[in-house]
């Protein structure tokens, strides 16, 4: 049967692309758009550290730093890790998984790619126009927001276009999932991954939209002058971090949760062993989701909310600890007398859990109301979030294109060369990001342009681990890219996987299966 | 048909009653009141002119109103212990 | 299980599509209830300036337009397009007729000096800034909404015009009514928090 690839629709060339409704041609254009903002949130970041090498002024001017760490914090979380995983390989592979030929509603699939790609391109311009790249950090805390004559107003609308994308992805996940399951292929055979991506579209549909609402406001104080959240008017600023973090506390899952999935469907894979507590990473899953959902607070222990509510947010703060606990246990124990192949998505997968563990326990310091007022905005939490979410989602989103890539590509890539990345990206990954855990103890605030000189050695050491980790990085990447045109061919299932993807043709035809499969047995289980 | 015209009169009776109830002064009990009219209107509306009562074809629909509620509960609730507590 | 163009589908979709309006319309309803919270005396005040019999009968317009709605639907479904759209066009009358209110009420406060940023409600007490400031975001959002509706009316007026949308194949007019409806129940929340503050 000819692959996705060559059945096209009636357009040709790149047409036949950007207005494909096919969910394999529409997670590739996310993964190449999706990995061209990374470039430029990785490069922004190196600026950043470059700056930072030295104390004083190094290569930018204070306003320019101020710019740069806006821009990297939103391409990386905007246009990187929320849409990553589950637009790239949920659009990729929860059709396939679950058995069917494509998502619910393929045209709202093509269109929310392209209203990515308008929130994406307002963003980019947001920089030239008006008042100028954006300083506000990538929170855009009022009041600083409403007063900073920078190009406020078109960087939130490019936000809040993107979260509408967001939006129509979620829905389109949900409804597929519960509408388009195979015969056979009931809750309880799902592969984790589906699972995942489903438990975060609920979280995409339900709590987006508080932040929608949140980014309009900011606009139209902006435009007209409305007062809601503005102090000088009797707003309260404080209620602008409530809903801000509504969304973007959730939003953090939204990131985690689709890289846990990965991690499950890799470790039994190359464990050659059946998950250990199914289940119990099921219900996790939509435990961390819902729980998740009301720990907000958690980021204004400092702010000056009531202390019973700063109370209330760090209990529950802990108790979503003990699910993504449940999860790392449960991924070690399927490792636990199993037959382990360390090809390169279970190195991924294992360095995931080893980093994501550093970032959980850290961040449990600032669940904790007493030490985080010593941590709250040091370079600790900079750590902290690099730890699981680079650490975390980044590494399982390497994972994930390494494991993937032969069924999505049709061709296996170089098999040493992923090692020798991995050990560039693992030693430059912690030595970037351990020491800004000391940094922050030691008490250097984030977002500084300048800092006092006693913390130079260790600035200095996390700017050299930047230039290991990029090293790494473009190893890692130029294998996949020579591996995309030169890979030796490969077959249906070069990892042995039982889930669906894997009992179909490399690269999937175009409508992923010739006759609907009928499921007899769960996802995990080997011969 | 008739369901709906019926449903249309509860309706507009039910604005008459709260309009009439704003106009006396029930003090605290006058916004309760409003809200639990509101409540009554937008459940007649989903039930009868959505259909939501009649959806069979997934367990979702039962759940969705019920749980949409209680997230907005949650989530006034949660403001309301900064707000009200502060 | 079944094909990807199943009805259940296309409305499972629109439901959480309605969902997540709810919960735009939501992050309002918290900023709403605690500044009411917090200025009650100025919520009152405030709202004695509001035009109560015009936003009701605003709100029987609005209940009356989901009557038309739903017969519409309801006729389409047994083989009468001619019925059907002429209460989609009585539905698209009345969301006109409801914007030109709305329209007719906003200019009147501009005319007051009373909008947003306005020097003259600036004078007055934070809680009444506040209020007008909830007043124009909410009323304003759901303006938009209403005119979307509009659009999406007129959009289905022509489709069975030409037959696109017919008794077996009905489900855009069914989500766009479901849509409309849903902007009726959010104004049946409006209504009273903002002209029936007592």
Known sequence: ?527 | MRTYILVWLMLVALTGVAVSVAGMDWGRWSMASALVIAFFKSGLILNYFMHLKDEKGSSLFKWIIPGVLSILILFIGLTFLDVAFR | MKNPQNDTGSKMGMWLFLLSEILLFGGLFILYSVYRFNNPQAFHLAAEALDRPLGTLNTLILLTSSLTMALSISFLKKGGPRRSLLFLSATLFLGLLFLFNKYLEWTWKVHHGIYPDAPRLLEREKGEVLFYGLYYSMTGLHGLHVLAGVLLLSVMFIFILRGNIHRNHFVPLENTGLYWHLVDIIWVFLFPLFYLIT
Request: hydrophobic letters at 50%; proline letters at 7%.
């Open chain 1, 1 to 527: 049967m000819p692959s996705f690839y060559e059945v096209g629709n009636r357009s040709r060339g790149i047409l036949s692309w950007i207005f494909s409704t096919d969910h394999k041609r529409i997670g590739l254009l996310y993964l190449f758009s999706i990995l061209t903002f990374f470039a430029i949130g990785v490069l922004l970041g190196f600026l950043m550290r470059l700056e930072l090498i030295a104390p004083g002024p190094t290569i930018m001017r204070p306003q320019t730093y101020n710019a740069i760490f806006t821009l990297h914090g939103v391409f990386m979380i905007f246009l990187f890790v929320i849409p990553g995983i589950p637009s790239i390989f949920g659009n990729f592979f929860l059709p396939i998984q679950i058995g069917a030929r494509d998502v619910a509603f393929p045209k709202i699939n093509l269109l929310s790619w392209w209203i990515f790609m308008t929130g994406a391109f307002l963003a980019i311009l947001s920089l030239f126009t008006g008042g100028g790249p954006v300083d506000t950090g990538w929170t855009f805390y009022v009041p600083y927001s409403l007063r900073t004559p920078v190009n406020v107003p078109l960087a939130v609308f490019a936000v809040f276009i993107l979260g509408i994308s967001s939006i129509l992805t979620g829905i389109n996940f949900v409804t597929t999932t519960h509408q388009l399951r195979a015969p056979g292929m009931t809750w309880f055979r799902l592969p984790l991954f589906v699972w995942a991506i489903y438990a975060t579209a609920w979280v995409q549909v339900l709590v987006t939209p508080v932040v929608g609402i949140t980014l309009l406001l900011t606009l139209t104080e902006r435009l007209a002058g409305v007062g809601i959240f503005d102090p000088a008017k009797g707003g309260d600023p404080l209620l602008y971090q409530h809903l801000f973090w509504i969304y973007s506390h959730p939003a953090v899952y939204i990131m985690i949760l689709p890289a846990m999935g990965v991690i499950s469907e890799i470790i039994p894979v190359f464990a050659r062993r059946t998950i250990f507590g199914y289940k119990a990473i099921l219900f996790s899953s939509l435990a961390i989701a819902s729980v998740g959902s009301f720990v907000w607070g958690h980021h204004m222990f400092v702010s000056g909310q009531s202390d019973l509510a700063s109370i209330l947010f760090s209990l529950l703060t802990f108790l979503v600890a003990v699910p993504s606990g449940v999860k790392v246990f449960n991924w070690v124990s399927t490792l636990y007398k199993g037959s382990i192949e360390v090809a390169p998505p279970l190195l991924f997968a294992l360095t995931f859990i080893f980093l994501f563990s550093i970032g959980g326990l850290t961040g449990l310091f600032q669940g904790a109301l007493a030490t985080d007022v010593h941590l709250h905005d040091t370079y600790w939490v900079v750590g902290h979030f690099h730890y699981t979410i680079f650490g975390g989602t980044g590494f399982a989103l390497f994972g994930a294109l390494h494991y993937w890539f032969p069924k999505m590509f049709g061709r296996m890539y170089h098999k040493k060369i992923p090692y020798l990345a991995w050990a560039f990206l693992f030693v430059g990954f912690n030595t970037l990001y351990f020491p800004m855990l000391i940094l922050g103890w030691k008490g250097m605030p984030r977002r500084y342009y300048d800092y006092l000189p006693q913390f130079h050695s260790l600035q200095l050491l996390s700017t050299i681990g930047s230039w290991i980790l990029i090293a790494g990085l473009i190893l890692l990447f130029a294998n996949l890219v020579h591996s995309l045109f030169k890979g030796e061919k490969v077959g249906d299932n070069p990892w042995h996987g039982s889930t669906l993807e894997w009992q179909i043709p490399s690269p999937p035809p175009k409508e992923n299966f010739e006759k609907i499969p009928h499921v007899e047995r769960g996802p995990y289980e080997f011969r």
